[in-house]
């Protein structure tokens, strides 16, 4: 304890001579560092918390109305996607859970996957994506070699058992799973399964974000039979798009080829992406544009250099063009071609 009150006298003193974020400490903080010699260890950890994160409210803070406020705003033609994304974690950070949350996002490229996933990581860690709680898997280059899934299954065990030892509401994201070897994420089902207790840890606070292609051709499919029928896109209903993906996500040979994550039902849902049309794709042109810098406001924007980008992306089927072949994945890139030349 003495050696513990030592290191806590010498970290008080460091602090109070520190210029922190380009202010000196203020006398109430300096007040609480200087309790740290009768808190001990406690206190300690108190004071490192407030400035390096920790497993803690101060650096996990759940803005679960500002995750609804952002996706509604800025996720363009995916009605289907945000109230089962925010309830679903709104829901699970409640109490005690009774597993861990898996959410499976479909789609095809660029219909928004990995950015639902940043603005969730941003609304749910202090450091968003950079948060060393928020762990981000991409398939392609972690598990490349399929002949070496037995090595794979050890690190990735390694690292889903460290990383929640460390902090029990750890957030995994695993990108192109549709590029995974078969085989491999069935390593991970006990970690999502009901235990209460695995190994001397508690798994069911942490959160994992399966993002595929797969079943993003069946997806969009059914989205251009609602089209040719004259119904409306919103007319179509969340169950009947998680029955259309379960059966591509287990038969079709990727990350969750025949996965006892799907035949163990340890899914919690699986979240469909549309193909964008035009109208959402010029919502991201205009995103694109201010953010870009080449305006100031969206008003400031003309409809002709909306459209004038709009025509250097693709759309299917050929002659009617309704759905774009890439969503906004390109349209940055577009954006920059037409804003800079010359």
């Given at each position: 304890?003495?050696?513990?009150?030592?290191?806590?006298?010498?970290?008080?003193?460091?602090?109070?001579?520190?210029?922190?974020?380009?202010?000196?400490?203020?006398?109430?903080?300096?007040?609480?560092?200087?309790?740290?010699?009768?808190?001990?260890?406690?206190?300690?950890?108190?004071?490192?918390?407030?400035?390096k994160e920790c497993c803690g409210d101060r650096w996990i803070h759940e803005n679960f109305t500002g995750l609804a406020e952002e996706l509604n705003s800025k996720l363009y033609g995916q009605y289907l996607v945000v109230?089962?994304?925010?309830?679903?974690?709104?829901?699970?950070?409640?109490?005690?859970?009774?597993?861990?949350?898996?959410?499976?996002?479909?789609?095809?490229?660029?219909?928004?996957?990995?950015y639902v996933a940043r603005i969730i990581a941003e609304n749910m860690y202090k450091k968003g994506m950079s948060s060393k709680f928020v762990k981000l898997i991409s398939a392609t280059k972690e598990f490349p070699h399929a002949e070496m899934v037995p090595l794979y299954k050890d690190r990735l065990r390694e690292m889903i058992e460290s990383s929640v030892k460390q902090c029990e509401k750890t957030m995994f994201i695993f990108d192109e799973m549709d590029?995974?070897?078969?085989?491999?994420?069935?390593?991970?089902?006990?970690?999502?399964d009901y235990y209460e207790n695995l190994g001397g840890v508690d798994y069911r606070k942490a959160i994992f974000l399966f993002l595929s292609n797969t079943a993003g051709g069946d997806i969009a499919?059914?989205?251009?039979?609602?089209?040719?029928?004259?119904?409306?896109?919103?007319?179509?209903?969340?169950?009947?798009?998680?029955?259309?993906?379960?059966?591509?996500?287990?038969?079709?040979?990727?990350g969750l080829w025949h996965s006892e994550l799907i035949t163990k039902h340890m899914i919690t849902a699986y979240i469909p992406f549309l193909p964008l049309e035009r109208k959402h794709v010029k919502e991201c042109i205009r995103d694109g544009l201010i953010s870009g810098g080449y305006y100031k406001k969206r008003s400031d924007i003309p409809e002709v250099k909306v459209s004038e980008i709009l025509e250097e992306l693709t759309f299917y089927p050929e002659g009617a063009g309704i759905f774009s072949t890439t969503g906004c994945k390109r349209v940055v890139e577009k954006i920059d071609y037409v804003m800079e030349e010359v």
């Open positions: 304890m003495k050696s513990i009150k030592t290191l806590s006298v010498t970290f008080c003193i460091y602090l109070l001579c520190a210029d922190v974020r380009g202010e000196i400490v203020s006398a109430s903080v300096a007040a609480g560092l200087s309790a740290i010699v009768a808190g001990g260890m406690a206190g300690f950890n108190f004071v490192i918390c407030r400035f109230k089962p994304v925010v309830n679903h974690l709104k829901g699970h950070s409640k109490g005690n859970p009774s597993k861990a949350l898996a959410l499976s996002f479909h789609g095809w490229t660029g219909t928004g996957k990995n590029k995974m070897p078969p085989g491999l994420i069935d390593t991970i089902k006990p970690y999502l499919e059914e989205a251009m039979n609602y089209w040719n029928e004259g119904k409306k896109r919103e007319d179509i209903k969340l169950k009947d798009m998680e029955l259309i993906i379960q059966k591509p996500a287990l038969n079709v040979i990727s």
